[in-house]
């Protein structure tokens, strides 16, 4: 039974999952990442600049965490400053306030916040561009992730501003317009209802979601990817991995001149959390494959086109299961 706040309801289911999975360092231990020193921590957002990145064109990624969450928290689970350093990436981690959301949930369910130019969307790009500037990053590889109402939000990102974006990483999330006010979102989420219309953006997008998220329904990774196949974009390949002990299915998609446009990665046995990560942060696990690294390795290979312009093409809503 619904409660008579609907998001009440899902916080209330992110806040058991939280206890069922979460669980901290022992005392005495730590699994803090030394490369923690290095976050950067402002109004509204958190910047990770590794020592790895070279002083200019430096590809970044926007990491946007989920409900009941806050950057550090964020950055801990995931462990993407640690595979960042590696890898060469700055990592803007903006932070919803709790002004615009007692939870700091992103408002990706609200038609305010589902058109370019406004609302959070519009905010977050500008924050990406602004940083970019100020980091010198290459304004060609920059990315957007997220775990949950991060990820859905992100998704948005993609189809909103392609022409700041290059790619999407969606965790445990939902596509653009999966909801236009609380109780369709909660639909959504629980893998009922229509999606809403969105488009074909052609964004190269990458999808990790867990068969036993009892948060957000795994048939909402099948809409994302969706969502993001354009023109030529198809099926190819599937293959079977496994990483502490834990199974994942992965699907490719490619284009038909071989340039790999997808990634689906169907986590077996998974809650809703974070692939591979750190039990020092929320909604995430240390098992399985690192969604983090793999997200980092597939962007690394997909700058931006630079004709990309944000027109879309509209695409006829599906039918949820």
């Known amino acids: 039974m619904l409660s008579a706040n609907p998001y009440l309801s899902w916080f209330q ?122 980091q010198q990053v290459d304004p060609l590889r920059i990315f957007v992730a997220g775990l949950s109402a991060g990820g859905a939000m992100a998704a948005l990102l993609g189809e909103l501003y392609p022409e700041v974006y290059a790619a999407v990483g969606v965790h445990s999330g939902l596509a653009a317009r999966a909801g236009s006010d609380l109780q369709t979102a909660l639909a959504a989420m629980r893998g009922a209802g229509t999606p809403g219309e969105g488009a074909e953006t052609g964004m190269p997008t990458i999808v990790f979601h867990g068969d036993r998220d009892d ?5 909402n990774s099948e809409h994302v990817i969706d969502a993001s196949m354009g023109v030529g974009c198809a099926f190819v390949s599937s293959d079977e991995c496994s990483a502490d002990g834990r199974r994942a299915t992965r699907r490719v998609y490619s284009r038909s001149d071989a340039v790999e446009c997808g990634e689906h990665w169907t986590l077996h046995n998974a809650p809703h959390a974070w692939s591979g990560g750190s039990s020092a942060g929320s909604f995430a696990v240390p098992f399985g494959p690192d969604a983090s690294d793999e997200m980092l390795r597939f962007f690394a290979d997909r700058p931006r086109n630079k004709t990309r312009r944000p027109e879309v093409t509209p695409k006829r809503a599906t039918q949820g299961t």
């Open 215 to 219: 948060t957000v329904h795994l048939v």
């Open 13 to 134: 289911i992110a806040s058991d999952m939280h206890a069922a999975f979460f669980v901290r360092p022992a005392e005495g231990g730590s699994e803090v990442e030394p490369v923690a020193e290095r976050m950067q921590r402002h109004d509204g957002y958190s910047l990770y600049v590794p020592a790895s990145a070279p002083l200019r064109k430096a590809p970044m990624v926007v990491m946007l965490h989920g409900a009941g969450q806050e950057p550090d928290d964020f950055a801990a689970g995931t462990r993407m400053n640690l595979v960042a350093e590696r890898r060469g990436f700055i990592v803007l981690y903006p932070a919803q306030s709790t002004q615009a959301s007692a939870h700091r949930c992103w408002n990706w369910f609200d038609k305010g916040h589902q058109v370019r130019g406004q609302g959070e969307p519009a905010r977050i790009a500008d924050l990406t561009q602004r940083i970019a500037g100020d």
